[in-house]
C-alpha cells in the first residue's frame, strides 16, 4: 500500500487562492505545454482519492473529465455524483482508516492523495509515502495551505528535484521511515 501526493504550490506553500483560484498556477505559462512528470506518475497509481472541495473545484472545470483512474472523494455530507461521472467517480465515508479498507478492497493499493484537508489529515496520521511538490515561484500572501500542524515531526528525503524553465523547481520527497 503507498499513498502519493502529485502537487503544485506557491512559494509560500499555497495550493489554492483564498478563494479557490488556481490562475496563479500559471504564471509562467510555457510551463503547461512540457512533461512535468504527472504522466508518468499518474500511470504508477490505482486510483485518485480526493477530498469533497477538491471534487467540488474539479468537477466545476469545462469539457471531458480528464483523470483516466478511479476518483474516490471522502466525503461524508455528499450523496451523490453527477450521472455523466457515474463509473468514474465514487463516494466513500467514514474515518481514514474506513475510505482506506474500503479502497483497498477494491483492489486499489497506490493512491494519489489531493486536496489540502485530504493531503493533512494523512499526513497527521503519518500515510503519505510520497509527495512530489512543485513549487511556483509567486507568493500568494493568503489561500489554502498545503500543511497544518502535525502531532509528530516527519522526515522526508528529497530524491530528486528538476527545474523547469530556470523558474520552477519540483522536489521529489520520499517519507523515510525507520526499521522496527
Not at 500572501?141 to 497544518?148: H, T
Amino acid at each position: 500500500m503507498k499513498n502519493s501526493v502529485f502537487i503544485a504550490t506557491s512559494l509560500d506553500g499555497f495550493i489554492a487562492g483564498k478563494n479557490d483560484e488556481l490562475d496563479w498556477l500559471s504564471t509562467f505559462p510555457e510551463i503547461d505545454h512540457i512533461d512535468t512528470g504527472y504522466e508518468g506518475f499518474t500511470s504508477q497509481i490505482d486510483a485518485l482519492l480526493m477530498g469533497r472541495n477538491t471534487y467540488k473545484v474539479v468537477e466545476a472545470f469545462e469539457g471531458e473529465w480528464f483523470y483516466k483512474k478511479p476518483v474516490f472523494v471522502w466525503s461524508n455530507s455528499m450523496t451523490e455524483i453527477p450521472e455523466r461521472l457515474s463509473g468514474k467517480v465514487f463516494l466513500v465515508k467514514g474515518s481514514i482508516q474506513e475510505v482506506l479498507t474500503e479502497v483497498h478492497s477494491k483492489g486499489f493499493h497506490h493512491l494519489y492523495i489531493d486536496g489540502g484537508k485530504t493531503i493533512q489529515t494523512f499526513l497527521a496520521e503519518d500515510l503519505i509515502d510520497e509527495m512530489i511538490i512543485t513549487t511556483i515561484p509567486v507568493l500568494l500572501g493568503e489561500g489554502i495551505p498545503l500543511f497544518g500542524s502535525l502531532p509528530k515531526k516527519l522526515v522526508f528525503k528529497c530524491v530528486k528535484t528538476t527545474l523547469f524553465f530556470d523558474k520552477v523547481a519540483q522536489n521529489h520527497f520520499v517519507r523515510e521511515r525507520e526499521v522496527t
